[in-house]
T-cell receptor
Framework: DADVTQTPRNRITKTGKRIMLECSQTKGHDRMYWYRQDPGLGLRLIYYSFDVKDINKGEISDGYSVSRQAQAKFSLSLESAIPNQTALYFC????????????FGQGTRLTVV | QKEVEQNSGPLSVPEGAIASLNCTYSDRGSQSFFWYRQYSGKSPELIMSIYSNGDKEDGRFTAQLNKASQYVSLLIRDSQPSDSATYLCAVNPRDSSYKLIFGSGTRLLVRP
């Protein structure tokens, strides 16, 4: 089983709909991240969380919100999806005692039509 | 100027050759450097990390770091078709203990 699990793996939704992407991890890491990946743009940080009570915006947080329900769970919501949010979304974790290396989930391919 | 720059490629090499992937970064105080491999539609997988100037070898992979030139590279010896993937360079900047800045990746094609 994957250490970082994302659900759903694929999703097609309509413009204006609210959608939630979920992430859970069994690595025991405190830090969790949400990235999006677009062709030619690499990975960009949306939100990150150092623990349940510490949530921070990344470089492209507009249009997104997050919830850290537990140490192991970090969800990303699109309040009102728009087509330019069509992308590949990755959840990641890290452990500061081991360095800044990030460990990624399998990804969620989201299409907004 | 992008914080982490990579040539998008594709870089095409014959099987058995050495593939050389390059990355430059803008923050001179960056602390640590990583190479991730990403197969199409899959998640990035960490393959190398390097923290000090010089070379670090792991099997067929060698990471090279030159902080004075703000340059990090990845060499893949005896390239195999299974090495065909996109390679992402990631840098941990000086002002953050948690943050990784990713390049947009170089696509490598290894021809049988």
């Amino acid at each position: 089983d994957a250490d970082v699990t994302q659900t759903p793996r694929n999703r097609i939704t309509k413009t204006g709909k609210r959608i939630m992407l979920e992430c859970s991890q069994t690595k025991g890491h405190d830090r969790m991240y949400w990235y999006r990946q677009d062709p030619g743009l690499g990975l960009r940080l949306i939100y990150y969380s150092f623990d349940v009570k510490d949530i921070n915006k990344g470089e492209i947080s507009d249009g997104y919100s997050v919830s850290r329900q537990a140490q192991a769970k970090f969800s990303l919501s699109l309040e009102s999806a728009i087509p330019n949010q069509t992308a590949l979304y990755f959840c990641a974790t890290s452990d500061p005692s081991q360095g800044p290396e990030a460990f990624f989930g399998q990804g969620t391919r989201l299409t907004v039509v | 100027q992008k914080e982490v720059e990579q040539n998008s490629g594709p870089l095409s090499v014959p099987e058995g050759a050495i593939a050389s992937l390059n990355c430059t970064y803008s923050d001179r105080g960056s602390q640590s450097f990583f190479w991730y491999r990403q197969y199409s539609g899959k998640s990035p997988e960490l393959i190398m990390s390097i923290y000090s100037n010089g070379d670090k070898e792991d099997g067929r992979f060698t990471a090279q770091l030159n902080k004075a030139s703000q340059y990090v590279s990845l060499l893949i010896r005896d390239s195999q078709p299974s090495d065909s993937a996109t390679y992402l360079c990631a840098v941990n900047p000086r002002d953050s203990s948690y943050k990784l800045i990713f390049g947009s990746g170089t696509r490598l094609l290894v021809r049988p």
